[in-house]
């Protein structure tokens, strides 16, 4: 089992950046993939990006293709999210997940909620027009 900590979110101006990280517990961290989602008031939550547990791949929304960049250290049992040329719609939680089975292949990229069955309580990002 892994517990998950967000932390980073905050208030910014459109066009400006954000890093989130996500902090977990437990000696296997590296044999976890990553997920990171967000739900903006009244809306669902969605998928953002997911890493594979080596960090060699990764899978972005289209949303924030280009924009949004994921990255991982094992060592520190740590997942960042550098999130650059922030829009007013991206103000949402945003939530980082974990999955222990599964590897990434082509077409399959874990994109789903159902895909990480441990969760984190999430971090507000509010960006300004």
């Known amino acids: 089992q892994v517990q998950l900590v967000e932390s980073g979110g905050g208030l910014v101006q459109a066009g400006g950046s954000l890093r989130l990280s996500c902090a977990a517990s437990?000696?296997?961290?590296?044999?976890?993939?990553i997920g990171w989602f967000r739900q903006a008031p009244g809306r669902d939550r969605e998928f953002v990006v997911s890493i594979s547990q080596s960090g060699g791949s990764a899978y972005y929304a289209d949303s924030v293709k280009g924009r949004f960049i994921i990255s991982r250290d094992n060592a520190k049992n740590a997942v960042y999210l550098q999130m650059n040329t922030l829009e007013p719609e991206d103000t949402a939680v945003y939530y980082c997940a974990a999955g222990a089975q599964g590897a990434f292949s082509s077409g399959i990229y874990y994109t789903g909620r159902d895909d990480y069955p441990y969760w984190g309580r999430g971090t507000q990002v509010t960006v300004s027009s």
């Open positions: 437990g000696r296997t961290f590296s044999s976890y993939r």
